[in-house]
Structure formats: C-alpha cells, structure tokens
C-alpha cells in the first residue's frame, strides 16, 4: 500500500504530480473487496501497449498555440519550451504550419512548410517571440481557422493551452467534424485537464502534460510518437473463461504506442487467468493482442478502488456510457459510496450547546477561489522543484555572422507602444528622440487606416507592396532603409524580412549580406514602374523584366547610372518570387520562404501566384 501525502502545509493552488518510473511490469491488476456490494470485487487493469511501426513516417502537423492572456508567466515560458522542442523533432518529409489564437488567430504561414533548415529557423524565431497578448480564448474560431490551411492535406493539430476553453462542447463538435487529429500538450500549473482530455479522445487523438519547471522534452517526443505510431481503434476486453463483470468502465476510442489505459471493472469472483486488451490497427482492421495481465497477490483491505471504481461508473454513466443506468441511480450510487458529486452535497453540521446559538440571521460571507500558481503572469512556480530550464537548448539564430536575429518585430519598441497586431510600433505617440532620422518627416509616416498601404490579416500585419512602394517614393534615397532593423521599423511585416532574412540571404548556396539584400530589395519595390504598376494593378512580370534588363545593361556599359553594389541576381531571384504580388498582397512565395512550402494556398483565399 502506497501512501502519498503533503510533506507541508501550502496552498492547493497547483496539480499534483506524481511520477512513477522503473515499474517491473508494463501491465498490473489489482482488486479489493467493494465497500458497498457484499459478494462484489472492484479491479483496475492497467495496461501500457506497445504498438510497433512499421517504419519510420513522416507526418504533417498543424501547431496551434495558446497566445491569451491567461497563458502569460509560466504558462508561455512552457509553452515556447515545449514548442522549441516540437521544432527540433521535425524531420526530413515532414510538413507543418505555425499558428496562434487567442480572441484572433495569426498564421505564420499561408499553409505548410516543409522542414528545412530555413523553414526550422524560421519557425524557431517565431517561437522565440511568443507573448501571451491575445486576450481571451477563443479555440473554436481559431481551429475553424486552422483546419482551413491546406485542407486537402491529411494533416493532424497539435495544440499547446492551459486549457481555459470558452464553449467547449461547440468546439468539440467542430473538431469532430473537420477530420483532424487533435494532439493536445496541456500548459501550466493546473491546466483544464477535462476539457483537454474530452477534445482529444473526441477526434481520435491524444493528450500530455507540462508543469512549470518540469522537461518538456519527454512530453514532446511522447507526443511526437504518437503522431508518428499507428492508431489502434475499437479497443475490446477479453476476460478469461467464465468471468462476466456486472459493469466495465467504456474503452477509449483509440491507443497509442505507450498509451496508459485503465479499466475499471466489478467482478463476482477474482479473475483466474488473464485479461487481454486488443485493438484493430486503422490500416487493415486485424484484431491484435496489445495487452495482458493476470492477477497476482491478494485483495485490498481499504476501500479506496472501489470508490475510485464507482466513482468512473457514475460519471461514465452521466455521460451516457453504460445502458439501463438512469440518472437517480447513479445519484444512488454517489450516495452509497460517499462520492462528492454535483448531484450529491457535501455537509458539516457544528452542533452547538443551546446557550451558544446565534440569535439573528447567518450573514452571507463571498469566499473567493484561488487562482493557480503562476496564472495569468501572477507569481511564479518554475522554481518551485528542480528546474530544468537548462535542458531547453539554446537556439543559435547567428547563421552569417552579419545579421542581428535578436531584434523581433516592434520589440525595440518600448512595451507602451506594442500591440498584439502591428508589426511596427506606432510612430505618432512616440518622441522623436527615440524615432531614427529617416522617420521623423511626419509626411513620410504611412497611414494605418488605408488599406491601400497597410494590410491585417491572419497571415500578415504590415505594409503591402503599393504601400512599400509609397514610402519609398516619398521618402529621399538617402533615407531609405539599409538593415533589416530599418525595414521593420518603416513597418514591413515580419514575414517579409524573415523571407529576405532567411531565403534571399542565403539564395542558391550564397550567402549574401545584410546591406546587400537590402539594397536589391529597396531598388527592386523603389522603381517608378513597380510603384506604377501596383498602383493601377497591372501585371508587373514585364515590369521585373524590363528593370532587369536595365540593370544588366547599366553594368555592361558601365554607365554613371548603375548602382555600385546591387546584385544583378539578387535582384532577378526576388522578382521571380514578387511578380504575384499585387497591391494589398504579397504573393505566397513570400510565406513559403521562396519556395519551402509544399502547400501554400489558404482554402478561403485565392492563390497570389501568376
């Protein structure tokens, strides 16, 4: 008999998590006598299939990842933990995408890449910049929004929440019937666990757990082995000769390699010889023995499995999930086994002497609930036990040597000045001793408001090409942006430098450096004919030709003209990936970092490319 209890007083703030490891075998069973029937045994078989995989498989997955407000403190330093992790276990012939949601959902893709180095890096950028700032939770819409990309590609979700779900049933049902896998990692400290496990097994998928300050490695890569493992459904029990239990706790809908499956059952008579889990594998059907125990030792004296046992039974039966059980006999049952239900009610009666009685009314006293430890960025619980923050390994972002990956989007802003959707912080509330020079003309400030110049959207927030353009007609050469840092700051999206950052930089097996991307790009979107063109939304593949052709020939004749340093094929690579371009969008090639992705058009928009 084990017994587990607190070593101190603290407060109940947080979930219990007890590990329990180097177990002799992989399956047990165990039995006591039931605290209520008389001739009644209550047994928990416990199973831990192993499903070997034929081979390894490569798997496409769609992350979504919990940006509201709730997940700020721990809960997002876990989580961008958890997610470098997911980026590292990415192999050859995987597929993925990159998304976030809280009252929004932003996309950091148009579909799903395929997992390069480029793509890799990329995406660990992204996770590098993650701040829970966007409000509340609504997971319906953001995986409405999510199952969207790609969607003639059989793909699973991997989501990363603490689990505080607005209208969870709505969204299970939605799930349900998209199609996708859910593969749930459950952040935080007292993540909801109910809602997370419910909208896993709902869609056939699976669900794991990360405390704070505990590795988030083994949960990844347990995760990661269930999307890589076969799925074995319609899960049965095989009891041994002559054994019929009055009642079995309902099977998961389907197992995993290294899956734990508990079944609660209640016998007349101990079991004499083993009970066998099988399953079907989704490929072919074929039955298979995935589990055996037999029991062996002797009944429990307490009562506590038998209330656990009955405990599953009222709610299994509350669900719907055992025949000829009716609501008042499940609250029955509550009652018999002393069960703290929310059909049952938990009472202390303090009975006083006569003269201690009060003599007025009882006062209505509001007590509050305690949050959990770390919750929405209150206090903190990573350093509660052993912290393994060490174990995350650092991501070496320094590929050139001349580029700065350290500057994220608006994050050389000051924090008043971020929102949770511009790319670029808000010039007009700032002083103009923080603002560079080439930014302090208020006439060269572009508007926000004008959808012509600047684009919101789930895949992108910044300035679109004719805005680009703008700038850089109204603004004098001198000014124009010369780092990729400047090019944030006149407002170009993130997506678009980590293209010119991470693709252009590194185009055909040469590295090229900052000033020189930069250069091309800016003489590239800085013609009078690109601006002209945008403008009046016309085709703009003569237009690259002709600059193109230009260029060539201001070199070959070494005329005045010809710009000292732009790189003829720089120039000509960038315009083979901008000529889908049009005024409000940047052409996909842009999200596929150059041709990375495999799937790259958004089911509801239509595909930018010529």
Known sequence: MLTVSLARQASLDRDLVLVIDQLTHESILVAARDGVEPDGIAVLASFCPRIRAQGAASMAVKVLVDCSGSMAGDSIDAARRALQAIVQQLGEGDRFSLSRFGSTVEHRSRGLWKATETTKLAAQRWVGSLKADLGGTEMKGALSSTFALAHTVGSDVL????????????????????????FVVGIGCSPAETHLRRLAEATGGACDFVAPGEAVEPAVLRMFARLRSPRLSDLSLAWPTGVTPQWVSPLLPSVFDGDTVNIFA??????????????????????????????????????????????VWFHSARKGGLDAVTPKVATQLAVAYQLVTDETNFLLTHERQNAAKATDMPELRKVDQMVPAGWGGMGSVMFSRRSTLAEAPAVDYLKSGTTNYGDFDALSAPAVYRTARHA??????????????????????????????????????????????????????????KTYADLRLIGLGTWLVDWLELSMANHAGVVHPE??????????????????????????????????????????????????????????????????????MWPDGVFALGGAAEVVCDAREPAALA
Do not use: C
Not at 160 to 182: F, K, M, Y
Not at 271 to 291: C, Y
Not at 537 to 550: A, D
């Open 515 to 584: 000033s020189g991307v930069v250069e091309a790009f800016v003489y590239l979107m800085a013609r009078k004919e690109t601006h002209d063109s945008l403008a009046n939304s016309e085709g703009l593949l003569g237009v690259f030709r002709s600059t193109i052709q230009r260029l060539r020939e201001m070199f070959a004749g070494g005329t005045v003209d010809a710009p000292n340093s732009v790189d003829v094929l720089l120039v000509e690579a960038m315009a083979a990936v901008l000529n889908g371009m049009t005024a409000s």
């Open 159 to 182: 989501v990363v929440t603490d689990g505080e779900i607005s209208a969870i049933d709505d969204t299970i049902e939605s799930a349900r019937a998209s199609g996708h896998r859910l």
């Open 424 to 481: 670029s912080p808000d010039l007009s509330m700032q002083d103009d001793a923080f603002i560079p020079a080439f930014l302090r003309r208020r006439d060269r400030i572009i508007d926000h408001q004008d959808s012509r110049y600047w684009s919101e959207s789930e895949h992108y927030a910044g300035l679109t090409p004719l805005g680009v353009s703008e700038w850089l007609r109204m603004t004098p050469a001198p000014d124009w942006p």
């Open 266 to 311: 209640l016998l007349r008579e101990l079991p004499a010889g083993e009970v066998q889990l099988l399953g079907k594998r989704s490929e072919d059907g074929t039955a298979q023995e995935i589990g055996s125990v037999a029991f062996v030792g002797e009944l429990e004296a307490a009562d506590t499995l038998s209330r656990v046992a009955a405990s």
